[in-house]
């Protein structure tokens, strides 16, 4: 089982207007409602690839309701290999709010910051993480913090991980990161403007290797339309899609934690599951909602997703071997 930690889940509500033009009245000609947060869309991508995936995090009020009942819902055939271990709250879950223009396809958001957890709270779904831990191949821990819990949560649940022998990933921003990631995480996986924020470069490779130096086993940055950068103990390497595909970029991120997720559990080699990750990526980028993701794509990218060795982090007299982007 795989265990995804969403702390501040969300409602995703999504309206699509003719034109957005501020201070004036929009007819509304679309309305779709999605559950989310970036572990619930890993939860359902993995169990798409055949694994069982088990969600974490708090749920509260009527929205927190409505996200687990379509969450259970958009699982599709795969409900069976996902289970909603979410922990109640008294506050009320949060909603996001995007306003699609459909004249030139932009999208501005309006993200709620989420129910205040007491204290009592963080420590029952503490108990509730480390019981679940018990029966964990892998940790996501995934996105923002909710009001109350600490700044240095996730360090805390790293440690938690650790502890129990179950490789952990995080993929948060800011504060949470930098304390996150002197917990040791086996895998930290930022945006190329996390890794900058977070070590002061704004190049990928001096970056990601100052964030190993901090403490991250090995740095998976997301660098957009250009791939993957990868520094791990074992080499470093950069994936990328055959050719750039037009589509929405939300959602992309959570399917590279998937794809890495899911490569660890099943041994590959790192660089099979880099080319796994940017092949479901992209996959998922053309794909008409968060979480979901065109399978045909998906199989066709794989073995196209071009992956070169950047060299070792540090350097050794002796190099490991070349692994191709489809062998583990």
Not at 52 to 78: M, P, S
Not at 145 to 159: D, T
Not at 185 to 198: F, M
Not at 214 to 223: I, N, Q, Y
Request: charged share 20%.
């Amino acid at each position: 089982m795989i265990l995804t930690v969403t702390l501040n889940i969300a409602l995703d509500v999504v309206h699509r207007v003719p034109a957005l033009v501020p201070h004036s009245l929009h007819r509304v000609t679309d309305v779709r409602e999605r559950p989310g947060g970036k572990g619930l869309n890993v939860a359902r991508l993995l169990a798409a690839l055949g694994h069982e995936a088990t969600v974490t995090g708090f749920a509260g009020g009527a929205t927190g309701r409505i996200v687990r009942d379509l969450f259970t819902a958009t699982a599709g055939n795969a409900h069976a290999r996902v289970v909603d271990a979410l922990v109640p709250v008294a506050g009320a879950t949060r909603r996001t709010v995007a306003v699609v223009d459909a004249r030139t396809g932009d999208t501005t958001r309006f993200d709620e910051p989420g129910p205040l957890v007491t204290p009592a709270e963080w420590s029952a779904f503490r108990e509730a993480y480390e019981g679940l831990l018990a029966g964990a191949d892998a940790v996501a821990l995934c996105g923002s913090l909710p009001p109350g819990v600490p700044v240095g949560a996730y360090a805390g649940l790293i440690r938690a991980a650790r502890a129990a022998g179950v490789p952990v990933l995080l993929d948060t921003g800011g504060e949470p990161l930098r304390r996150g990631v002197a917990a040791r995480p086996d895998v930290v996986k930022p945006d190329a403007d996390e890794l900058a924020e977070l070590t002061g470069s704004h190049e990928p490779l001096r970056a990601a290797q100052d964030a190993r130096r901090r403490g991250a086993h090995a740095v998976v940055a997301s660098l957009g339309a250009q791939g993957l950068l990868a520094a791990t103990p074992e080499g470093g390497w950069r994936a990328a899609p055959p050719a750039h595909l037009h589509g929405d970029p939300a959602g992309a991120g959570d399917a590279v934690v998937a794809g890495l997720l899911s490569g660890l559990v099943e041994r590959l080699s790192w660089p099979a599951r880099l080319a796994r990750a940017v092949a479901l990526s992209t996959a998922t980028a053309t794909a008409p909602a968060d979480g979901d993701f065109d399978r045909r794509a998906y199989e066709e990218l794989t073995a196209r997703v071009s992956v070169s060795d950047e060299g070792e982090w540090p350097p050794s007299s002796s190099s490991p071997p070349r692994a191709t982007a489809g062998r583990s």
